[in-house]
């Protein structure tokens, strides 16, 4: 808080571009309604606005909140989105994660989860394209329902919001949907990790779905800098009031204690198990995602929250280190460039026979041989017989 919302947004706006430019596999963003702190309201338009804006990257609501909604016109939204993206639309759902916006719908917390569950069935036969139906409950009425437009995907991606609790995954296994562990950045949602995906399985199995570690997303908090050093000191611009105002002052975790310092704020985030992120660098980035693999038994995606614990700059130089160098590593992009320059270190008989064979021919030629005896050029190049030499030359 503090800043001009329309500059955020035009900010966040900025920021997918250079995730698309950078080679960043999705976007998301969600639905919020109150506490100051996070101000898109409406995903769909967003995201509506990222895609004339780009050009490859995907596009996920994460997450609508679907109890606020009626279910036919989260449908439409989305589809249109995937129309006006060109199909690159992702479709993540929650009950909604902030007591005060129920609260100001009037939408009791005890019914929302049985309202997205609820939700996503009709919300699923109809972007299936399913003959007309109606449905009614307690809080929507459907009468002869279908889409009038079907998504331009041949099915739109989806996934659920998981915190701690087993609701979200219990909900991607019972309709083979995706998952969204945005639960991973508490505590108790990282102590849960390893036993999360089991629900998914189990309700799949009840349900005759299939679940895919593939398609699940764990969130990660950090920022990067070329030195670790440097990232604790960026951080210093909005750590401990993201931590203090928002986390503990705002959203209320329950445990969640105010912290004196940066250097404590750093410490529970970095340095401790308290989440998974990193304050540092891309190498230490690396590692961790590499635990967390180990810890959960698999997932397919790695998602960074946007934080803005440092300034918009050296937010920015943070994801871009990200996709130059934790990106290629995690994927396995920089193993057959490893492997190249170690079979050229290692085989540097041929490569000596090679220079051999363009002095020869200098030396064939009465002028170019005279012309070399006299300068020497050529000499220092042929003579070198490993890399590291013809880099001190």
Known sequence: MGESPTLQIQRDLELVELLDKVGFDEFWCGEHHSTGWEMIASPEMFLAAAAMRTERIKLGTGVVSLPY?????????????????????????????????????????????DRQDEAIGVIKRLLAGEQRFSYECEWFTLNDAALQILPYQAEIPMAAASMVSPSGMTLAGKYGMGVLSIGSMSTEGLASLPLQWSFAEEAAAEHGQVVDRNEWRV??????????????????????????????????????????????????????????????????????IHDMYEVTGGFGVVMGFVNDWANPEATRRSWDLVARHVIPEVNGALGPMRASNT?????????????????????DNDRAAAAFRETGVGAAPLAHSSPGEADDA
């Open 219 to 288: 969130m990660f908090n950090f920022h990067l800098a070329p030195t670790k050093d440097q990232a604790r000191r960026e951080v210093e611009h909005g750590l401990l009031e993201w931590h203090n105002e928002y986390n503990v002052g705002t959203l209320m975790r329950p445990g969640l204690p105010a912290l004196g310092s940066t250097a404590e704020a750093i410490e529970f985030y970095s340095e401790g198990d308290a989440s998974a992120g990193v304050i540092g660098t891309p190498d230490e980035l690396v590692e961790r």
């Open 343 to 363: 079979f050229v270190r290692q085989n540097r008989e041929y490569f000596e026979r090679a220079g051999k064979a363009i002095l020869d021919k200098i030396m």
């Open 69 to 113: 909604h009626h279910p036919f016109n989260v449908a439409q939204r989305i589809v249109q989105l995937d129309h006006m993206s060109f199909g690159r639309a992702l479709f993540g759902t929650g009950p909604g994660a902030l007591p005060s916006d129920a609260h100001t719908l009037g939408v009791d917390p005890l019914v929302i989860r």
